[in-house]
């Protein structure tokens, strides 16, 4: 029986728990593997699953061990069958069609912030996806919880993203952005300068989430009204979900999530200046987030806004998230047409330059 690729199972695995919400311990399990015997030749790493001293190297354990002998056997590691054969039921057929329109995801994080793996990881598994593009939107400076990005390292991003796109598989690329904070009075925390040159600018409210109603709305309505702004990021800002004590999200460095209640704003006013504006709500995919819910994503379809359905990822497997996304904006009756990354890239970045920048 032919050997199959072990790195690719660990790394599929690694996916697989990642897109299942699994805690991080797991999840770094079987990704620390795979980095660390990716660059064994074929025979050594043949020889030493024979020999048994796999787990001689830092980062490789018992379980990640034994599914390497079984892919080199040529067999399906129990482990990937198991998570193969739970992963859930399909998307309803209006879901499944929104979410194979989609072309690309517009809010994505990599370990230049707080996400858990580096960027051309994230840009293979969209690969993987069939995306043609991915959104890098990494966090501003002032979100310091988040390893949020300075100026100079946001220009050093840049650069980075330009060289890698060099090297990536023809017919997709990645697209520069921020998720930049909507500060207290409503300016976006980066330099003109510098979001001019990106892409794709999403906007989200991080803190002062209690602020009463008419000081977020004006907060909320002076962002919309930015040019560099393009998406209105996670609107609400609330928690539904809780996880288990001391787990974070795989790839969510500095996070612990809790519940939390939406903020309060004038939705209608914030909604009708969006539509105005030309900007998109984002549908924020995170099974944590569910942001906004169903009775903002009618009000916001009502009030003629596009949408970004978006996974707000920090690791390769939550970019499979999307399906959620569109299972909530299926049940509101939203039309592909709509939202914008159903676009190729070129019509995306078509409609983000017609905000003036």
Known sequence: MAARDAIADLRQIAFLLERANEATFRVRAFRSAANALGALPGAELAARAEAGTLTEFAGVGEVTARCVAESLRGEEPVYLRRLLATEGTDLDEAAAALRAALRGDCHTHSDWSDGGSPIEEMALAAVGLGHEYLVLTDHSPRLTVANGLSPERLGRQLDHVAALNAALPEGFRILTGIEVDILADGSLDQSDELLARLDVVVGSVHSGLKDDSAKMTRRMLR?????????????????????????????????????????????????????????????????????????????ALEAGCLFAINTDGHAPGQLDWQRYGCERAALCGVPADRVVNTWGADELLKWTATHDR
């Open 223 to 299: 962002a919309v009204e930015n040019p560099h702004l393009d998406i209105l990021g996670h609107c609400t800002g609330r928690m539904v979900a809780k996880r288990p004590p001391g787990v974070t999200g795989p790839g969510d460095r500095g996070h612990r999530t809790r519940s939390r209640p939406e903020s309060s704003f004038d939705a209608a006013a914030v909604f009708a200046a969006c539509a105005e504006h030309g900007k998109a709500v984002e549908i924020n995919s995170r099974p944590e987030r569910q942001d906004p819910p169903k009775r903002l994503i009618r009000l």
